[in-house]
């Protein structure tokens, strides 16, 4: 089945402990891309890959790192989080990043941080 | 810079009754439009996409949206709601490659 895996689905954690949030398509799309979802404020990109080794900002990537060594995998890096970070995380995928391409969601990741 | 407003957070109707989602852009040019549905502890999923052609767009579920030029609204319709459509509804729109804005969102809620 075609999809967008993310991990964990929950997650708790304290000010300043690093952690990863991990996401992994098998559809070998070429895109991918994080958001973060508040509310009142939509869905707001943070990092985005056009392919394997090329990653650029978003809308809202300070305090978080992404790297993309291998096609199907985009793991989103948190090193020293932030109660401000505290939200619902998406990674999505599209097979090359064109415009009328739609995108695939992951289930999402909540992140709290206290 | 592009931006996308939907009117009204919450929006609230009876089982069989119509759904009349807003969506209103600005943009000088031409834009692409779409509109996702996120269904609880779900990521989005796409219901249509505009991007060239008929006006009018049909979608998964029995919504369709239209592109109207002239008001730079996306309007998502359905004639009538069933219990299974309460989600929340994002609109969205891209010009380029890498760059889709998405709204704030609309939480829909059906009562029986």
């Known amino acids: 089945e075609a999809q967008v895996t993310q991990n964990p689905r929950y997650l708790i954690t304290v000010t300043g402990k690093k952690l990863t949030v991990t996401c992994s398509q098998n559809m070998n799309h070429e895109y991918m891309s994080w958001y973060r979802q508040d509310p009142g404020l939509g869905l707001r990109q943070i990092y985005y890959s056009m392919n394997v080794e090329v990653t650029d900002k978003g809308d809202v990537p300070e305090g978080y790192k992404v790297s993309r060594k291998e096609k199907r995998n985009f793991p989103l890096i948190l090193e020293s989080p932030s109660p401000n970070q505290t939200s619902l995380y998406f990674c999505a995928s599209s097979l090359s990043g064109r415009f009328n391409e739609k995108l695939f969601f992951g289930s999402g990741t909540q992140l709290s941080v206290l | 810079a592009q931006s996308v407003t939907q009117l009204g957070s919450h929006v609230s109707v009876s089982e069989g009754a119509l759904v009349l989602l807003r969506c209103n852009y600005s943009?000088?040019?031409?834009?692409?439009l779409f509109w996702y549905v996120q269904y609880p502890n779900q990521g989005l999923q796409l219901l249509l996409k505009?991007?060239?052609?008929?006006?009018l767009v049909k979608g998964i579920n029995g919504f369709e949206a239209e592109f109207k030029k002239s008001e730079t609204s996306f309007h998502l319709t359905k004639p009538s709601a069933h219990m299974s459509d309460a989600a929340e509804y994002f609109c969205?729109?891209?010009?380029?490659?890498?760059?889709?804005?998405f709204g704030a969102g609309t939480r829909l809620t059906v009562k029986p």
């Open positions: 505009y991007t060239t052609g008929a006006t």
């Open positions: 943009s000088s040019v031409p834009p692409y």
């Open positions: 969205a729109v891209t010009y380029n490659n890498n760059d889709m804005r």
